[in-house]
T-cell receptor, first 112, second 113 residues
Framework: GQQLNQSPQSMFIQEGEDVSMNCTSSSIFNTWLWYKQDPGEGPVLLIA?????ELTSNGRLTAQFGITRKDSFLNISASIPSDVGIYFCAGRVPSGNTPLVFGKGTRLSVIA | DAGVIQSPRHEVTEMGQEVTLRCKPISGHNSLFWYRQTMMRGLELLIY????????DSGMPEDRFSAKMPNASFSTLKIQPSEPRDSAVYFC???????????FGSGTRLTVV
């Protein structure tokens, strides 16, 4: 089945630094979504991307849908302590009415 | 909108006991998903329902696991008998359609001792 490769697996950064993470696949997706999971909670949708090349921002977060439709990235600018958590990418395959495919997540730690 | 509601939030049980996890999806959402999250495997899809009908249960690890959705507002995931390796966080999520943005519940942290 389809797989999403998310990198890095984890990262430790200083408060105020910018963060970049990405998600790649060998298959085409026609929707990319980014979720954040706070400790002890379920994942929450941050950004959804629907067209190849689309660049979308949500506050300090920016995400892009790759031109090839096989990748996406998420940037966080000027990180703050509450950015700590696990970030998941998810993709929707073009064919069929099937569940989203999730990456294994990037665990972000922010050092104040 | 109260979101996806899961209960209990925490469950500690002894090996061999039956465990039932509960989920109330968002009203109007036709698809419901059960996930298991562990450090080793990340988020695993166990089973999903569309319009209360189980569509794909290929992620259910063993016959000890079963799930039901008797109506549009309620689903259960049952483990009988439970084993220590079932310890994980179990999430329920719902959406309007299987391939669209999901809303997750807060999860049930299961510990089997």
């Amino acid at each position: 089945g389809q797989q999403l490769n998310q990198s890095p697996q984890s990262m430790f950064i200083q408060e105020g630094e910018d963060v970049s993470m990405n998600c790649t696949s060998s298959s085409i997706f026609n929707t990319w979504l980014w979720y954040k999971q706070d400790p002890g909670e379920g994942p929450v949708l941050l950004i959804a991307l629907y067209k190849a090349g689309e660049l979308t921002s949500n506050g300090r977060l920016t995400a892009q849908f790759g031109i090839t439709r096989k990748d996406s990235f998420l940037n966080i600018s000027a990180s703050i302590p509450s950015d700590v958590g696990i970030y998941f990418c998810a993709g929707r395959v073009p064919s069929g009415n099937t569940p989203l495919v999730f990456g294994k997540g990037t665990r972000l730690s922010v050092i104040a | 909108d109260a979101g996806v509601i899961q209960s209990p939030r925490h469950e500690v049980t002894e090996m061999g006991q039956e465990v039932t996890l509960r989920c109330k999806p968002i009203s109007g959402h036709n698809s419901l998903f059960w996930y298991r999250q562990t450090m080793m495997r990340g988020l695993e899809l166990l089973i999903y329902f569309n319009n209360n009908v189980p569509i794909d249960d290929s992620g259910m690890p063993e016959d000890r696991f079963s799930a039901k959705m008797p109506n549009a507002s309620f689903s259960t995931l049952k483990i009988q008998p439970s084993e220590p390796r079932d310890s994980a966080v179990y999430f329920c999520a719902s959406s309007t359609r299987p391939g669209y943005g999901y809303t997750f519940g807060s999860g049930t942290r299961l510990t089997v001792v």
